[in-house]
């Protein structure tokens, strides 16, 4: 059985709905615990918090390697996540971020706004509390108003608006391991500072020897958007708002999840020095996204009215998806 499913309000489904309701469907039948090791998509992220804890204050917070920390935090993850970790460093190949890029980037499979997205994304629940957890929406708006909040420019509150919507991949059968986790390049070789990088011994790409050395199938120096980051809800996402956001809020999108480099600054030898600015705002925006989940519900109805003039100033009524 899968380990999440998928709740449909299927009379006021709009017409583009009509066909992701078979996808959803069949995601929710695809699911094994294979594909879906964790109990609930949000325990990568929960992880997240135990390895990168929430500092005093986070606006002041300068960054740091925290290695020990991040040393003993592999044996504290419970088995679920490990189990998760496994399977995403055994699966995430070259070949298969290859497949998945021209399975996804064609953005063919639909069109919808972004407001439908973010209905669409709310349809995934999980198995294991479905109604302790916030709906998705909630870790968007609370994500959203707390840049908000802070007097942040309204492209980047709509950078926290829109960072997760790529997560529908789950609601399209895709295993959570090839949606959420840390990413880090592929093509070369792994860095130590990647989670739970002993995983990687079961990776095919070990066999490859060109992928085993530093810069791989990259020259030194390539720069951050020349990296074939492993699959998953940054990378889609990234190609869905490409011509709609400035670069700042781009960077945000699509390297958020991208803890070996952003936080760990791991690959230094493939980053350049112009992605340092890049880096600097994913950093700003990766304490929103840690930092911002509360129990307390939004108000999602009062809040819309302000999120649709937003979106309407950047991105187009219907988007490809
Ligand atoms: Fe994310
Ligand atoms: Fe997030």
Redesign the pocket.
């Known amino acids: 059985m899968g380990r999440f499913r998928a709740k449909l309000n299927r009379s006021n489904s709009p017409k583009p709905f009509l066909w992701q309701f078979k996808m959803s469907e069949s995601a929710k039948h695809s699911g094994n615990s294979e594909s879906h090791p964790l109990e609930d998509l949000d325990h990568w992220e929960e992880d997240l918090l135990k390895r990168y804890p929430e500092p005093a204050s986070f606006q002041s917070e300068k960054v740091s390697q925290q290695t020990e920390k991040f040393r003993d935090y592999a044996a504290e993850a419970r088995p679920s996540v490990k189990e998760f970790y496994r399977l995403n460093h055994r699966n995430q190949t070259v070949e298969f971020v290859k497949q998945k890029q021209s399975e996804y980037l064609g953005l063919k499979r639909c069109r919808m706004s972004i407001w439908e997205a973010m209905e669409y994304l709310n349809q995934l629940v999980d198995d294991s509390d479905p109604d302790l957890d916030l709906p998705q929406i909630e ?1 968007l708006l609370q ?1 959203a108003e707390a840049i908000r909040a802070d007097g942040r420019p309204d492209w980047f509150i709509l950078a926290g608006l829109v ?2 919507l790529g997560k529908i991949l789950c609601l399209w059968g895709e295993p959570q391991w090839a949606v959420v986790g840390d990413t880090f390049p592929v093509g070369c070789k792994w860095s130590d500072r990647i989670v739970y990088a002993e995983a990687f011994a079961e990776n095919p790409d070990r066999d490859v020897p060109l992928y085993q050395t530093e810069c791989g199938i990259y020259e030194p120096g390539c720069g951050l958007s020349n990296l074939m980051l492993s699959w998953g809800h940054d990378e889609y996402m990234y190609h869905v708002t490409r011509d709609y956001l400035p670069e700042p809020a781009l960077a945000m999108i699509r390297y958020h999840s991208c803890y070996p480099i952003h936080r760990e600054h791991a690959y230094s030898h493939l980053v350049v020095e112009s992605d340092q600015a890049l880096l600097k705002w994913v950093n700003d925006f990766n304490q929103y ?1 840690l930092y911002t989940k509360r129990k307390e519900r939004m108000d999602v109805d009062g809040l819309r009215p302000y999120y649709e003039e937003l979106i309407a100033k950047y991105f187009p009524p219907q988007l490809h998806w």
Do not use: G, I
Request: hydrophobic share 0%; glycine share 0%.
């Open positions: 870790h994500t960072h997760d996204d």
